[in-house]
């Protein structure tokens, strides 16, 4: 009896791992004790089991997931396995899609590479001069 309540809820912060929204379990326990992970809009612990059924909001960075669970892993499977652990609902992940778009046009996500030394001496030439 007590297998078979292992394997109908999980522990959140291993759920978060094996479907792969953060790729070790402590990153998974940080985004969860930093309030980035709420379960059926309620703030968690790591330690809160997840049944299939329960909605999961996971905010990454600018990037928000909302999820429903529809199983559970007690291991890290393949990218193509773990998405069968949940399921996003098509107005979410549109939503999703058009806030990653918006912030690609306004050229938020662009990388800022470090000046080369060229760049930094002319930096220090018009430091220079003001």
């Known amino acids: ?3 078979e309540a292992e394997t ?3 522990r959140i912060d291993k759920w978060l791992w094996a479907a792969r929204f953060f790729k070790t379990r402590p990153l998974a326990v940080e985004a ?3 309030g980035h992970v709420h379960v059926n809009k309620e703030r968690v612990k790591p330690s809160r089991n997840v049944r299939p059924g329960d909605e999961i909001r996971i905010t990454k960075g600018f990037e928000t ?3 429903t669970v529809r199983g559970v892993n007690a291991q890290r499977r393949p990218a193509t396995e773990a998405r069968l652990l949940y399921e ?3 107005h979410h992940r549109e939503q999703r899609e058009a806030v990653i778009e918006e912030r690609r046009l306004h050229g938020v996500n662009i990388r800022v590479k470090k000046p080369d030394k060229r760049e930094r001496r002319l930096i220090e030439q018009m430091k220079k001069h003001w």
Do not use: I, R
Request: glycine share 6%; charged share 20%; hydrophobic share 55%.
């Open 32 to 34: 969860v004790e930093g």
């Open 88 to 90: 996003e609902s098509e």
């Open 1 to 3: 009896m007590a297998a």
């Open 65 to 67: 997931w909302v999820v």
């Open 8 to 10: 109908v809820s999980q």
